[in-house]
């Protein structure tokens, strides 16, 4: 799956704010999401995945939301600290297929 | 545990030379290999993947080869450089029997001048 001539959207928020990335999804049928964090110079990290039959599921100050009706997809964390700064995708699966979104760059002001 | 490894992390290469990338992975037994690029400011492309040696699936025509000579290595190649092929290279794996959840190595900064 791929994201490709895509550049990314931005989003900066102030150390200790909450963050918000969002991602729409394109295949209503994709049953499985997973976020990642890849912080600059380095491969994508897994953070927290979310499977359709579920709207919520919560880590470790990170929280996924899913709204299959829109086909939307979020990402919430708390607190954010200056570690938080990084592009962070969401991927969708269909059916053994992943699909990267675009990427959201989360810059985080001291 | 497995892990995987990626190996030069940055490259810098004149235009027309060759490329060779590589990508191995420990822990695990034939799992599925993919190799991605990613243009400064941009998202992943798919270049390849492959689910077992010598099977290699290309997502886009380019100047780039791929190749899978042992179960764990992962090859990512070129005869001739071209400006374009500048960019940040992952490898990526996943147990056999899966296309998702991917664990990506830590990546390739391949500058071609």
């Known amino acids: 799956g791929e994201s490709v001539g895509l550049h990314l959207p931005t989003l900066s928020v102030q150390e200790g704010d909450n963050s918000i990335i969002n991602c729409a999804y394109s295949?209503?049928?994709?049953?499985?999401f997973i976020w990642y964090k890849q912080e600059s110079g380095k491969g994508p990290q897994f953070i927290i995945d979310i499977r359709s039959n579920m709207d919520k599921r919560q880590g470790q100050r990170v929280t996924v939301l899913l709204n299959k009706t829109v086909k939307h997809l979020s990402l919430q964390i708390a607190a954010t600290q200056p570690g938080d700064s990084a592009v962070y995708f969401c991927a969708e699966i269909n059916n053994n297929d992943m699909r990267f979104g675009a990427g959201t760059r989360l810059t985080v002001k001291p | 545990s497995q892990t995987i490894h990626q190996w030069p992390a940055t490259l810098v290469q004149p235009v027309g030379s060759p490329l060779s990338l590589e990508c191995t992975v420990e822990?695990?037994?034939?799992?599925?290999l993919y190799w991605y690029r990613q243009a400064a400011g941009r998202g992943l492309q798919l270049l390849f993947y492959?689910?077992?040696?010598?099977?290699i699936s290309s997502e886009v025509p380019q100047n780039l080869s791929a190749s899978r000579p042992q179960d764990r290595q992962f090859i990512l190649s070129s005869k001739k450089l071209l400006l374009s092929d500048s960019g940040f290279y992952l490898c990526?794996?996943?147990?056999?029997?899966?296309?998702?959840?991917?664990?990506f190595g830590s990546g390739t900064r391949l500058t071609v001048v």
């Open positions: 990526a794996w996943v147990p056999h029997g899966f296309h998702y959840g991917y664990t």
């Open positions: 295949n209503s049928a994709s049953d499985y």
């Open positions: 492959s689910v077992g040696i010598g099977q």
């Open positions: 822990g695990t037994s034939n799992p599925n």
